[in-house]
C-alpha cells in the first residue's frame, strides 16, 4: 500500500479498501478532518514535506480466525459503510483471487503468446473477456438447476466449448449441445483430505503480516498540517 496508489484511486473519484500490516505507518489525532476513534491517517513524511495532502482513512479490525486483520478504507461513514459490510467485502477477495488462478492455470494463461507488448494487451483483454463470457453463460445454467455458484468448475466449462468448437461439424447428438454439458460443469461432491504433508519439503509457514504502526502526530506533523490548510 502506497500513498500514491491509494491516491489516485480516491483522486479517481473511487474507494478503496485495503488490508494493512506491520509495513504501514498510520497516524492519528492529526486533525486534519473531522475524527472518530477510528480515523487514521496516510502521511508519509516525503509527501508532507511536498505540501500534498494527508489520506483520511478509517481503519476497521477484523479477525479471520487464526489472527486479527486490519483493513482501511476511504469511505468513513458507518451509515454509508457498516464494519461488518467492510468485513464481508473483504472476505469476497477470495473469488476473485480464485478467477485468476483460472486464468493463468487453468485458461492456461500464464504465458502470453504475443511477441510485441501492445498484442499481449490485447491478447490479456480478450482472454478476460472470453473467460468471463463462458463462465457467466455456464453461470446462469448450473443457477436455473439450483446448483450455487461456489460449485461451477471451470474446467468443465472450457472442455465444454472446446469439445463443441472442435466437432462443429458433426451431427448433434441429443444431450450433446452445448447448453446440456453446460448444466453438468459442476464440482463433484467428493471430499477431499489435506495433501499439504504429502510433499518434501514442506511449505514455510508464513506469518500473519501483524498489526499497522499507528502513531500520534509529532508537533511536526501538526505543524504541517497547520500551513498546508492554512495555504489551502
Known amino acids: 500500500m502506497g500513498y500514491e496508489y491509494a491516491r489516485a484511486i480516491i483522486n479517481s473519484g473511487r474507494h478503496l479498501l485495503l488490508r494493512v500490516g506491520a ?8 486533525g486534519y478532518a473531522r475524527e472518530s476513534g477510528n480515523t487514521v491517517y496516510l502521511w508519509p513524511d516525503r509527501e508532507a514535506q511536498r505540501r500534498q495532502p494527508p489520506l ?14 486490519f483493513l482501511v478504507t476511504s469511505i468513513l461513514s458507518t451509515r454509508r459503510l457498516t464494519d461488518r459490510q467492510i ?10 483471487e480464485v478467477f485468476y488462478r483460472h486464468l ?14 501492445e498484442n499481449a494487451h490485447v491478447e490479456m483483454e480478450w482472454s478476460l473477456t472470453g473467460l468471463w463470457a463462458m463462465t457467466l453463460y455456464a453461470l446462469t445454467l ?9 460449485r461451477l468448475s471451470v474446467a468443465r466449462v472450457l472442455r465444454a466449448f472446446r469439445r463443441v468448437l472442435r ?10 449441445r452445448l447448453r446440456d454439458w453446460l448444466r453438468l460443469a459442476v464440482m463433484d461432491n467428493y471430499y477431499r483430505e489435506n495433501k ?31 500551513l498546508l490548510t492554512q495555504n489551502g
Do not use: C
Open 23 to 30: 509495513n504501514v505507518r498510520l497516524l492519528k489525532n492529526l
Open 56 to 69: 483520511v482513512l478509517r481503519l476497521v479490525e477484523a479477525h479471520n480466525g487464526k489472527h486479527p486483520v
Open 87 to 96: 468485513v464481508e467485502l473483504y472476505a469476497r477477495r477470495w473469488g476473485i
Open 104 to 117: 493463468k492455470q487453468t485458461f492456461q494463461r500464464r504465458k502470453l503468446r504475443s511477441a510485441r507488448a
Open 142 to 150: 448450473i443457477r436455473a438447476r439450483g446448483i450455487p455458484a461456489q
Open 167 to 176: 466437432d462443429y461439424l458433426h451431427p448433434i447428438e441429443p444431450r450433446h
Open 196 to 226: 499439504s504433508s504429502r510433499d518434501f519439503p514442506r511449505k514455510k509457514q508464513e506469518r500473519p503480516p501483524g498489526a499497522p504502526t499507528i502513531l500520534d502526530a509529532s508537533k511536526m506533523q501538526l505543524r504541517w498540517v497547520l
